[in-house]
């Protein structure tokens, strides 16, 4: 039994223990940051790998780039995903490019931890889910695990890689206790985990929301409807493959996430899934996502501006209500 | 640290010819539509990548920007690679999937140049950080304009890198020019050894196309360098006798006169300094140039002859 946190901190334990190249920078992060992920690693690891910085994030970004070109594997936290405006240039056109740009001679092996998600009255500012913009960029990989193992797990995979990745973490998972068996072993990059059986309609779900899916389908299983729901946890590249094979069984489709809906990666699930088992569905794809509107800090104001459980659940019974013409005839 | 002097002038002088040479045809090049894209040309200001080059390792890891072509080949690049590069050939540095502002060559530790101004800077430190981290002692050098100066980026380093004490040595190209506008329309700074002067780094601003000045200065930040020191800024004022890039019409500053230009130009300057120093002849020089412009003849042919990359290159390489 551990936590989300626990397990982000051990898994940077065990990558700087297994290789001196392994280095962490950020604000504050020898001080163990605001939610302690970074905690105790400077004591271990002393400050030349455990690098306090100014609040400069294009720099600090561009540092960890310039030194995994230079061989070393930098995990860079940027405190919040509100924060990935300032990063972006050298996160876009610097991190994602420079293996393809060089014609494959350099490498920028680096993670870039973070984290979103709303809930904790934290404002427009500090609240935000932006994962969709990074899954749009071609070189980056995106992982937004929704368990404390997979956490750790996803991020010795990434820290592994030869690539850039981005580990969007969420700040309302990080003291959850998990769930699930301790050690699953090694998770890839690219695999979904498939988090509950049934047959009736497959949940795709991300981050917070694939908790949240799996309390509607208790919800539901309540009275008799079985879902199936599926984690992602990598966002690029996807595993369509689950997805869709869980379609082609229940025929119908609910993808959920906090970030707003215009725009969000949902629209790009339900994109690939129409277009690789549109015989399959009986229904069209119902989708669950924030309004289109900024994060407010008003609790009663934000509390119902958060998609949940509730949203899971009405969007399943939305779905199920659905009958196509085809399966009528 | 030695001045520049009789064993290396030359080498120098024929680098900065190879540099000239390259440029002036790429430029003919782009008018034939035979290279692609963006295209910047440093002529004018070959003196700074040669003189600094000139001293570096192979494992000195260079970065640079839009303007990067002189860097690249005082590198070490070889001229045809970088042609094709240019062409978006497959034998290109890159296998024609970055072009000229994108050149990288890293076996000879040019690691890269970048399209945002700017954006180089933070990565020159990492690159520095690596080298102190591993116990090496590389040093790492990046080239950017007086324009970069006013990124955000560029702030942001100079803090990072004296606050690290990193061994880098930041070196602008001050050719008085921001793309189109002068110094004077973007800042009150007229110089950027001014900008950095309360972050305490050793810093010196010399005549960017007196290779001599160029050379002895640098020389010295690179040996406090290799001792681990840093950094260091060496603002080197030059002209840019091109437009910002190949089709500009330059509308926007006077045109210099011959006679002007033949005072500035860092080439003929040093053959000047090095016939009068007895260093070498106008015979040796004259065959110098000839064999640098011919080596460039050699680069076209290559070029040409290299076939596109293999369109299913663009998707196997987006990811390492």
């Known amino acids: 039994m551990t936590t989300y946190v626990k397990a982000i901190n051990g898994a940077l334990f065990e990558a ?3 290789d001196p190249n392994v280095i962490v920078l950020g604000e504050d992060v020898a001080e163990g940051g605001p939610y302690t992920a970074t905690a105790g690693l400077a004591a271990e690891f002393g400050v030349e790998r455990v690098l306090n910085t100014p609040i400069s994030e294009a720099a600090i970004c561009g ?6 070109q230079s061989g070393l594997r930098p995990v860079v936290e940027v405190m919040f995903i ?37 809930g904790h009255r934290g404002g427009a500012q500090h609240s935000q889910s932006l994962e969709s913009w990074l899954a749009h960029i071609p070189g980056l990989k995106v992982v937004m695990p929704s368990f404390a193992v997979d956490a750790g797990a996803l991020l010795a995979s990434a820290i592994a890689d030869r690539g850039p990745v981005v580990l969007i973490e969420n700040k309302a998972l990080y003291f959850t206790r998990d769930q699930l068996p301790a050690d699953p072993g090694p998770v890839p990059i690219g695999r979904a985990r498939t988090l509950r059986r049934g047959d009736d309609v497959t949940i795709v779900a991300l981050s917070r929301l694939a908790r949240e899916s799996l309390a509607a389908a208790d919800r539901l299983s309540s009275e008799g409807i079985e879902a199936e729901v599926i984690d992602p946890r990598t966002l690029v590249p996807l595993d369509l493959e689950t997805i869709v094979e869980s379609v082609g069984r229940t025929n119908r489709l609910v993808v959920a996430h906090e970030a707003v809906a215009y725009g969000g990666f949902g629209a790009e699930v339900a994109a690939a899934v129409q277009a690789a088992a549109f015989d399959d569905l009986d229904a069209p794809i119902e989708r669950v996502g924030a309004p289109f509107a900024p994060v407010p800090l008003s609790p009663p104001l934000e509390d119902a501006y958060l998609p949940g459980r509730e949203e899971v659940y009405a969007a399943v019974k939305a779905s199920l209500g659905r009958t196509s013409k085809s399966s009528v005839k | 640290m030695a001045a520049l002097g009789e064993g290396e002038a030359l080498r120098i002088l024929r680098t900065m010819w190879r540099i000239r040479h390259f440029e002036e045809r790429v430029g003919q090049l782009k008018r034939a539509d035979e290279v692609h894209g963006l295209i910047h040309l440093s002529v004018g200001q070959e003196g700074v990548a040669a003189g600094v080059c000139g001293q570096l390792r192979a494992d000195d890891p260079v970065y640079s920007g839009h303007r990067a072509h002189g860097h690249a080949i005082a590198k070490g690049a070889p001229l045809e690679r970088v042609l094709a590069e240019l062409m978006g050939r497959d034998d290109g540095l890159c296998r024609g999937l970055g072009g000229s502002m994108h050149l990288v060559d890293r076996a000879h530790g040019f690691m890269g140049a970048t399209g945002v101004v700017g954006g180089n800077v933070p990565m020159a430190l990492g690159s520095a950080l690596a080298a102190r981290l591993r116990g090496g002692d590389e040093v790492a050098v990046v080239f950017f304009g007086d324009g970069a100066v006013q990124a955000g980026h560029f702030g942001e380093s100079i803090n990072l890198a004296t606050l690290w004490g990193l061994p880098v040595v930041l070196v602008c190209e001050n050719n008085g020019f921001a793309e189109f506008t002068p110094r004077s329309a973007h800042t009150k700074v007229e110089r950027v050894s001014d900008v950095v002067a309360p972050y305490g780094l050793v810093r010196e601003t010399v005549d960017g196309n007196d290779l001599l000045v160029v050379w002895e200065s640098f020389g010295r930040f690179l040996e406090a360098g290799r001792r681990g020191e840093g950094p260091f800024l060496l603002e080197c004022l030059t002209y840019r006798l091109r437009g910002h890039y190949e089709g500009d ?45 011919d080596a460039v003849e050699d680069a076209v042919g290559f070029a040409r002859g290299s076939p596109f990359p293999a369109p299913e290159l663009a998707a196997e390489l987006t990811y390492a």
């Open chain 1, 63 to 68: 540092v960890a780039i310039g030194a995994a």
């Open chain 1, 82 to 118: 509100d924060f990935i405006t300032l990063v972006l240039d050298q996160l876009v056109n610097q991190a994602a490019k420079a293996h393809f740009m060089s014609g494959g001679q350099l490498e920028v092996p680096i993670v870039l931890r973070t984290q979103g998600g709303a």
């Open chain 2, 249 to 293: 019409p330059t509308k926007y500053r006077e045109a210099v006169t011959k006679e002007d230009w033949q005072a500035k130009d860092p080439i003929l300057r040093l053959q000047r300094h090095g016939v009068d120093a007895g260093w070498f002849g106008e015979e040796e020089v004259a065959a110098a140039e000839h064999a640098e412009r």
């Open chain 1, 16 to 18: 700087m223990r297994a």
